[in-house]
């Protein structure tokens, strides 16, 4: 993975058939600065996207999409508005980077483990593409989680020193991403769910916001 990486590849992706979802019309919330969050369910699909959406009729789903640049007085938001925002390998890579954090949250636990440390690991991501190819809109998926999202670490410097017991996890996993890789990759900008902090979990749920 990480020599796909370094020379710029792509990873493999696993296209997991035909669903039928039902989107929200509005965000719930506007309090992300990157992508709108929408409510979604899902009505029917294929078995195979029944085996990877297998849990998402007992918690639903959440769909996303890329913020447009919000324009200033006397702008307008077409010219603003940069061609490929809302383009397929936008969504694909935001993909690749939750899935890329999320395998080196795997090679993270099984040391944690060892050292009777805690374990973490990202919400899972799809993308989903509505319509045909030509005019089709682009969505990242994710299962609807429960709890209050904390933030403990950013990209611009800030560390969330109140939950200290819960931040040590998500700190050196951070500081274990860049010295794994060599330097290449710094998993950061990270947000926990409050539900995963009962200490029988044994387990804290991560999500990744930012991207390319």
């Not at 899935?99 to 919400?123: D, M, T, W």
């Not at 996993?173 to 998993?187: K, N, P, Q």
Request: with cysteine.
């Amino acid at each position: 993975m990480l020599e796909q990486i370094r020379q710029l590849r792509g990873l493999e992706i696993k296209t997991i058939g035909a669903a039928c979802l039902k989107i929200a019309p509005s965000p719930f919330s506007d309090r992300g600065m990157i992508r709108w969050p929408f409510y979604a369910k899902l009505v029917h699909c294929s078995p195979a996207a029944a085996e990877a959406l297998r849990d998402s009729k007992a918690f639903g789903l959440v769909a996303k999409r890329f913020k447009d640049p919000i324009p200033e007085s006397g702008q307008d938001r077409q010219e603003l508005k940069p061609k490929n925002i809302h383009s397929k390998q936008r969504y694909f890579s935001q993909m690749e980077v939750q899935s890329v954090a999320a395998a080196l949250a795997q090679e993270f636990n099984q040391i944690s483990r060892e050292k009777g440390g805690k374990e973490i690991r990202f919400a899972p991501i799809a993308v989903f593409a509505a319509g045909t190819h030509s005019d089709g809109m682009y969505f990242s998926m994710e299962k609807e989680l429960p709890g209050l999202w904390i933030r403990f670490i950013n990209n611009y410097g800030y560390i969330n020193k109140e939950e200290e017991e819960q931040a040590a996890a998500i700190h050196a996993f951070s500081h274990w991403t860049y010295h794994r890789t060599g330097g290449l990759l710094l998993v950061t900008d990270l947000l926990v769910s409050d539900a995963s902090f009962p200490q029988q979990l044994g387990q804290q749920l991560l999500r990744m916001f930012g991207g390319p």
